[in-house]
């Protein structure tokens, strides 16, 4: 078994600092993060609980829900103060759900590339349409919808994405090793809706 919170502390240790949009300082009280585009305001809403991340992931700017949480629109102004480790850790699974476990995986060799074809296979129920999807619909939609996310794609169309994952110094890479259930969603309409 992996400690990921033992990890993560590891990984700040060695001059982690970002994941994301989040920035990560040591400070007195423990840990904070804020948003990087934060990183010098002084006037920001303080919140003291990792519960609060939650709410913090949910909503951009102007308080409209984010359903993808690795999109690239988490609302700024607040920063998060936390006592530990384990706080952070639960944290962090809020701000971006399995990401740290992923890139434990990745980091390890243990995170497989699922291409889509494989994944839309697996689908049934009204998902099944997805099969048809062509290989143009699936680029066009993949050029567009995956646009609008952080992640680094393992995977492509019907093999694995031949583009290495990149990430600056002290920054944690948000992985996708399998096309979410959004775009399985996006699938769907294209093969229903053909444009």
């Given at each position: 078994m992996r400690d990921l919170t033992?990890?993560?502390t590891t990984w700040l240790a060695e001059g982690g600092e970002r994941i994301g949009q989040i920035v990560i300082r040591r400070v007195a009280e423990g840990f904070e993060l804020r948003h990087a585009d934060d990183a010098a305001r002084d006037d920001l809403v303080l919140h003291t609980s990792a519960d609060a991340a939650r709410h913090l992931a949910n909503l951009d700017d102007?308080?409209?829900f984010r359903p993808l949480k690795t999109a690239p629109t988490l609302a700024r102004g607040w920063r998060l103060v936390l006592p530990d480790a384990a706080s952070l850790r639960r944290a962090l699974d809020y701000f971006?759900?399995?990401m740290l476990g992923c890139a434990e995986n990745f980091s390890?060799?243990?995170?497989p590339a699922v291409p889509l074809r494989e994944k839309l296979a697996r689908q049934t129920g009204m998902y099944r349409v997805t099969q048809q999807i062509t290989d143009a619909q699936a680029r066009g939609m993949i050029d567009r919808f995956c646009a609008g996310c952080l992640k680094q794609r393992l995977w492509e169309i019907a093999?694995?994405?031949p583009q290495r994952v990149t990430?600056?110094?002290g920054e944690l890479p948000l992985i996708c090793h399998e096309a979410c259930n959004l775009?399985?969603?996006e699938a769907r309409k294209v093969v229903k809706n053909p444009a």
């Open positions: 033992e990890r993560l102007v308080g409209n971006y759900p399995a390890r060799g243990e995170l093999g694995p994405n990430s600056a110094a775009l399985v969603a």
